[in-house]
């Protein structure tokens, strides 16, 4: 390890901006940037903090969910996302809005035994010391279960040659991954005690006990074009729906863009979107073969879609509570609760696949996108605030666009605004 590594993370994070700029040779405009974005907060958050990493912020309109309209906010870089949610928001909300039960939410907690000799014997003695095992769950973490929550449910599975003790836990309005952790290790703990090898203690992000549904009908006339008629739209949409599951390759492409959408609303809401993430592609993959999250189907005079994930989101707990941003969030969405979260989180995806479906079956992807993209471009090669529509105006009239053309355009503006 370099000199400088050394002891890094017990520095103050001004002395490690100013370490850091000196091995790197970073400049003093470097470290100006770093110092302008720090904060308090991400110092506390995380080791060999240096700077506040910034990402857009804007809100989904026109959702409607389970009857209540919602304005959603989204944290993304991706410069379409957040116009494709709008957009797929409105044709729904316009036939009716989504339809998001709320469902029950159970973490998993996952303690799984290695080396066992008699696997039949220990799962039947498992299986008598279930009410003991939720016991032990529960005293680890009192306070849960004087919310009302805790340990409720215990499965006890057999993957391969192993044992695996899946404990159900309702951690109420929190994140709570903390939480099934504490008492997954006091459990392992025990059955470490009792003189089994305990491999794991650990939360699963396979919360299939967490997932969300949200449905929609779209009536034929919202989702025409002025190409298209509605009818062929919702047709096409229903084949590439098809496509999705029975192709994997389509498939990961097709939960892509739905997770556009719901990683962009589990940033901007505080969740472990990574946690989101991998769920919901383990899911995607729950009889062996991967499939696309959601499915679109023609009836009658309507195109009907389903999405099925698992969303065990919270309200509470991680860093929902102390960044400000994030408290903010949920005052702009009104979102009080984990299940209207979910209900929410799983709408939004419905609404952004919708509207990649629809944008992909009639102009193609790339008319939307490049529009938006051509914003980020222009800021690319250096377009000011002031310049960039004027250099969006002018790429927009050229068949070819790249960051070269973009380049030379902003020259030939201030080239024109220099001979005035
Ligand atoms: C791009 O970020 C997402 C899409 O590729 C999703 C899809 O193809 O369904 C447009």
């Not at 001004?14 to 974005?37: C, F, G, H, P, Y």
């Not at 009792?194 to 299939?208: E, M, R």
């Not at 097709?254 to 919901?280: F, L, P, Q, T, Y």
């Not at 790429?395 to 080239?415: F, G, P, S, T």
Request: glycine content about 8%.
């Amino acid at each position: 390890m370099s000199d400088w590594q050394h002891g890094f993370y017990k520095l103050a994070a001004e002395e490690r901006r100013q370490r850091l700029a000196k091995a790197r040779q970073l400049s003093m405009d470097d470290t100006t940037v770093l110092a302008n974005t720090s904060s308090d907060l991400g110092d506390e958050l995380v080791e060999n903090y240096l700077t506040d990493y910034s990402l857009p912020e804007g809100v989904a309109l026109n959702l409607t969910v389970n009857d209540k309209p919602y304005v959603v906010p989204m944290v993304i870089e991706e410069p379409s996302v957040i116009a494709a949610a709008s957009n797929g928001a409105h044709r729904v909300s316009r036939s009716g809005g989504f339809t998001a039960p709320h469902q029950q939410r159970l973490l998993v907690g996952q303690v799984v035994l290695d080396q066992v000799t008699d696997v039949d014997k220990t799962v039947a003695w498992l299986n008598s010391q279930q009410d003991r095992i939720l016991a032990i769950a529960n005293e680890a973490h009192p306070s849960m279960q004087k919310r009302g929550g805790g340990a409720k449910t215990m499965t006890v599975r057999t993957p391969g040659d192993f044992i695996s003790i899946d404990l159900g836990i309702d951690v109420c309005q929190a994140m709570g991954a903390n939480s099934v952790n504490t008492m997954a290790e006091a459990v392992g703990n025990w059955l470490s005690d009792q003189g089994y090898h305990v491999i794991v203690a650990i939360l699963s992000n396979l919360a299939t006990q967490s997932l969300q549904t949200a449905k929609c009908e779209i009536a034929f006339a919202n989702l025409a074009t002025a190409e298209m008629a509605g009818a062929e739209v919702a047709h096409r949409i229903a084949r590439l729906s098809d496509l999705a599951q029975v192709d994997p390759f389509r498939a990961a492409t097709h939960n892509k863009g739905i997770m556009n959408g719901i990683d962009a609303v589990m940033i901007a809401s505080g969740n472990d979107w990574r946690a989101i993430e991998s769920g919901a592609h383990a899911y995607a993959t729950r009889d062996g073969h991967y499939r696309g999250l959601s499915t679109w189907t023609v009836e009658g005079d309507h195109l009907r879609g389903e999405i099925s994930l698992p969303l065990p989101v919270g309200v509470v707990g991680g860093s929902i509570g102390l960044n400000k941003m994030t408290k903010l969030n949920y005052k702009i969405s009104g979102i009080k609760s984990a299940e209207e979260l979910a209900a929410v989180t799983a709408s939004v995806g419905l609404a952004q696949n919708l509207a990649a479906l629809r944008a992909l079956t009639t102009t193609g992807i790339q008319a939307g996108h490049m529009k938006l993209q051509y914003r980020s471009l222009a800021a690319s090669v250096g377009a000011s605030p002031a310049e960039i529509p004027l250099v969006v105006a002018q790429l927009k009239k050229e068949k070819h666009v790249d960051q070269a053309l973009a380049r030379q355009v902003l020259a030939a503006i201030r080239k024109d605004g220099a001979d005035e």
